[in-house]
């Protein structure tokens, strides 16, 4: 078998396409492997969100040059394919810039990897096409051993693009318009997923709420109907998404947090600013009030819901009375977690052209003071776990013999003492104590295997 090492940069998405790279690769006689060192193909697929992502890709870049001129020395071809977004947005100035790339794949051509490699054999490749097919029709199934070796949680793409144009973000040039993957084309890849053992699944997409695929019978579906639908496949006990828009919470989708008992009470919804001023600068299509409306809804919908966001502080032109308003928001929202950034100036965006770039101290400021909003608000949360009792969906080994870790409901690490469940099982926990990133608990009632060896 020929070895291929696979590092995957960015969002969720990165991590689903790079699997379904090792999946079109393994058809071609790769295997994975965990180090660069030692592989005949090495593939970096890449993120080109902010700029420092970016710098990250190149300097990786520079050691994998090393590596592959050492292994030469040793007689060893070794081939560098640079996948992702950086792909998309720089294409052959990659190669300029590092001349040891022999192939550029973006993320709507790498279905074509097998050919794309036999021709760079010969000469150095680019292939940055948007789509003008379906690249998912053209994807491998993994084997149900190699699902079962990635976990009982698992990604599912729904949704591609977007079509949103907020002023900092490259997405919409990089991955291309929104696109929607047919109904019963996700269908098949849940069921697939599901009698390998798969548990819980994360629909994604970079505006994956705008889903609006091609059901069966003809007629277009939201995401609340897929969502549906995903529930009654044999298995799936959870089901979640992201990310949102706030434009895109429509009435059904709010209405399945209500009814679904799958859908799991936790929701990304990125705002990114709290002031309006700044907000209308981003073109994000909605004021602070309208978020503040819509998660009122979300919560009564579902009182208990999680919820977490994206901030960028440090947009062009934010004032210190804008990010007040940020501050505002967060406290009153009280986010179970959110990320946040400082803005990066995206070449091709709108906003990279703006005067009044905030300068490089005081985004320093403002992030490091968003932050421990941020963090004051998670901890919050989850101290508020405390004597509650939550099913959990055990994932693997514990960090300590007898440990079993596994996720709540709210998508919060959790380490178990005790029990003789199974992985993908999921048990009823009281949660006695928390760490900085950690809920632990016992357990109180053994899920599938009922009845024996209760935690005391
Ligand atoms: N600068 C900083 N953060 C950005 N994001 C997107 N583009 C930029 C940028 N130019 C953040 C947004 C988005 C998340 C995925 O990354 O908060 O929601
Ligand atoms: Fe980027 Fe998200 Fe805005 Fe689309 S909705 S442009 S992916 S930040």
Redesign the pocket.
Known sequence: MKKVHIKSFG?QMNVYDGQRMADILSHQGYEETATPEGADLILLNTCH??DRAVQKVYSELGKLRDIKNAQKAEGQETKIVVAGCVAQAEGAEIQHRQPAVDLVVGPQAYHRLPELLAEAARKRVVDTDLPIEDKFGFLPAPKPQVIRARGVSAFVTVQEGCDKF?A????PYTRGAEFSRPVAQVLAEVERLAEAGVRDVTLIGQNVNAYHGEGPDGAVWGLARLMRRVAEVPGIARIRYT?SHPRDMDDDLIAAHRDLPQAMPFLHL?V?AGSDRMLAAMNRKHTGDEYRRLIERIRSARPDIALSS???VGFPGETDADFEDTIRLVDEIGFASS?S??????PG?P?AELDAQVPREVMDERLYRLQERIEHHRQAFNAAMVGRTVDVLLERAGRHPGQLAGKSPYLQAVQIEGGTNQIGDIVQVTIDRISTNSLFGQMVEAGQTAGKDMAA
């Not at 900092?168 to 997405?171: A, E, K, Q």
């Not at 950034?341 to 995206?346: E, P, T």
Request: aromatic share 22%; with cysteine; charged share 15%.
């Open positions: 969002c969100i902010r907020c900092f973000c490259v997405v990310t990125p990114q994206d901030f960028i990320y950034f400082k803005y990066s100036q995206r965006t906003a």
